[in-house]
């Protein structure tokens, strides 16, 4: 057995969980927030039989695309003065980060 961990932007979600139910996956929804956008994101958990992890991975690159957004970042404009001013930035956003691990042990009670 496989435990997929997929951190995936909230905007594409809803819609991975709906394909990922309706091939018969089973997956927990996390809500976490991301360190360089600080925006929120979803952490999916899908307990997954060996022989189905690449249907399960394949639909997670199927949905989750990447995509360009513009985003503020703030800059300090002068030394000891505080001062921040922010200015707009191109970065790339959605797609999927995946962690696969073999799991030992499942129990369920």
Not at 69 to 92: K, L, R
Request: overall charge neutral; hydrophobic content about 40%.
């Amino acid at each position: 057995m496989k435990l997929i961990i997929a951190i995936v932007q909230d905007e594409d979600a809803s819609r991975l969980i709906s394909e990922l139910m309706n091939d018969g996956f089973s997956v927990t929804k996390l809500a976490t927030t991301g360190g360089f956008l600080k925006s929120g994101n979803t952490t999916l958990l899908a307990g997954v039989e060996e022989n189905r992890y690449k249907d399960c991975l394949a639909i997670i690159e199927k949905v989750c695309k990447s995509r360009k957004q513009i985003a503020t970042s703030p800059v300090t404009m002068g030394g000891s003065s505080g001062m921040y001013a922010s200015y707009p930035i191109e970065v790339t956003v959605g797609g999927a980060t995946v962690f696969v691990l073999t799991v030992d042990q499942f129990v369920k009670y």
